[in-house]
């Protein structure tokens, strides 16, 4: 699993690095909140995921008004039993942070900022999270980006993850607001 981990963390750098610049930022939208299970927005999925939305094997969920440094890429394993955060992180220190709650759902296998190897000091990275499933149930993870000037967090994003009795992870809904 780790060598996995690995392999994948290495394919979102690359596109991370190769992606910086190409982006937009967002329309001034403040907050998209889209409920995976709501059959009235399901045929609107394309249109409020960067990446089309899969409500029958949750493959990936990003907010479309994410912007240029927000996240890459959340993915659903295949086995369904763990899943992983991919976000940008800038050179200015500004950071990702996480809270989770309640912590008897998911356990973090992962939490590391990774950054090109042989890339300059200030060079931006990305900060990757892997969750397995412990225990059903749900729970929220509300994920904050901080700039280290002021310590507020200028954005948020929200996930709410459920687990089932076989240890199976679905994404529920997502929320982004911009502070």
């Known amino acids: 699993m ?3 981990v690995q392999a994948f963390i290495f394919v979102c750098l690359i596109l991370a690095v190769a992606a910086t610049g190409c982006l ?12 995976i299970n709501d059959t009235n927005n399901t045929s609107n999925l394309t249109d409020q ?6 409500p029958i ?19 659903v394993s295949d086995d369904k039993k763990s899943v992983v955060f991919v976000f940008d992180e800038s050179s200015t220190g500004d950071k990702w942070e996480l809270i989770m709650e309640p912590r008897t759902v998911l356990s973090i296998e992962t939490d590391e900022h990774v950054t090109p190897e042989n890339a300059p000091e200030t060079y931006p990275g ?9 225990g059903p149930g749900k729970t929220i993870m ?11 967090s200028i954005n ?4 709410i993850i459920e687990v089932n009795n076989a240890g199976e992870i679905s994404i529920i809904s997502v929320l982004h607001e911009r502070l």
């Open 126 to 134: 990305i900060h990757v999270w892997v969750f397995e499933s412990i």
């Open 142 to 152: 509300n994920f904050n980006y901080i700039v280290e000037e002021t310590g507020k």
């Open 49 to 54: 995921f960067s990446t089309p939305a899969n």
């Open 2 to 4: 780790k060598k996995i």
């Open 24 to 35: 937009t930022s967002d329309d001034g939208t403040n907050t998209t909140n889209k409920t």
């Open 156 to 159: 948020n994003l929200i996930y």
């Open 57 to 75: 094997n949750n493959t990936s969920y990003v907010p479309d008004n994410a912007s240029a440094y927000l996240t890459k890429q959340v993915r």
